[in-house]
């Protein structure tokens, strides 16, 4: 079955700084979704990454805080920039690779503490 | 706006029991669900789906049954073990939207009491 790593897997960050975390996927992919999971809460999508296109944000998320690069077909990176504690949050990456054809594969996720 | 969320936020069952999970959607447009399971310090895991054409789809220990007159998805776990303790997620996708693209519900905490 398809695989999906992410590094780190976890992180401590000073407010102000920023993390970008990446995530590869074990074969090419049209498409693949970053989104976030507050402490405690469900999942929120943040943007789809398309290879060859800018990603494509949803509401509430926008480029200036979470810079997205897709330079090939099995790799994405996400950065979160100039952090705050509200950033506290798993990060997790996700492609349609299951046997359905709109089944999302998830990678690990990332767990970023913002102090 | 459209959104999918859970009637309980947490369930505790004996082992051997079975559990049901359940899950209210309320966009009509949605013809694609997926459940998930989501074990502490590790991303979702895919546990079933099934279409807006069907309303039962049985796995392994696991089923799901859709009622879309009402707009409510369950999912049934036979003889619930220890290691089904996670959060569950229902989530969908509506016909003409991204592959891979989900709208999740708020989750389930279930916990399995030996």
């Known amino acids: 079955s398809a695989v999906i790593s992410q590094k780190p897997s976890r992180d401590i960050c000073q407010r102000g700084t920023s993390l970008t975390i990446q995530c590869q996927v074990d074969?090419?992919?049209?498409?693949m979704f970053w989104y976030r999971q507050q402490p405690g809460q469900s999942l929120t999508l943040i943007a789809t990454?398309?290879?060859?296109?800018?990603?494509?944000?949803e509401s509430g998320f926008v480029i200036d805080k979470f810079p997205i690069s897709r330079p090939n077909l099995t790799f994405s990176t996400l950065t979160v920039s100039n952090m705050s504690p509200e950033d506290s949050s798993i990060y997790l990456c996700?492609?349609?690779?299951?046997?359905?054809?709109?089944?999302?594969?998830f990678g690990p996720g990332t767990r970023l503490t913002v102090l | 706006g459209e959104s999918v969320g859970l009637h309980l936020p947490t369930l505790s069952v004996q082992e051997g029991d079975n559990s049901i999970i359940n899950c209210a959607y309320s966009?009509?447009?949605?013809?694609?669900f997926i459940w998930y399971k989501q074990e502490s310090g590790k991303g979702p895991q895919f546990i079933i789906d099934?279409?807006?054409?069907?309303d039962k789809r049985q796995g392994q220990r696991v089923t799901v049954l859709l009622n879309k007159t009402v707009k409510h998805l369950s999912l049934q776990i036979a003889a619930t073990q220890p290691g089904d303790s996670a959060v569950y997620f229902c989530?969908?996708?509506?016909?003409?939207?991204?592959?891979?693209?989900?709208?999740f519900g708020k989750g389930t905490k279930l916990s399995v009491k030996p």
């Open positions: 996700s492609a349609p690779l299951g046997t359905s054809g709109r089944e999302a594969i």
């Open positions: 074969s090419q992919v049209t498409m």
């Open positions: 990454a398309n290879q060859g296109s800018e990603a494509t944000y």
């Open positions: 966009n009509s447009a949605s013809d694609y």
């Open positions: 099934i279409r807006s054409n069907m």
């Open positions: 989530a969908e996708n509506s016909y003409g939207g991204s592959q891979g693209n989900l709208i």
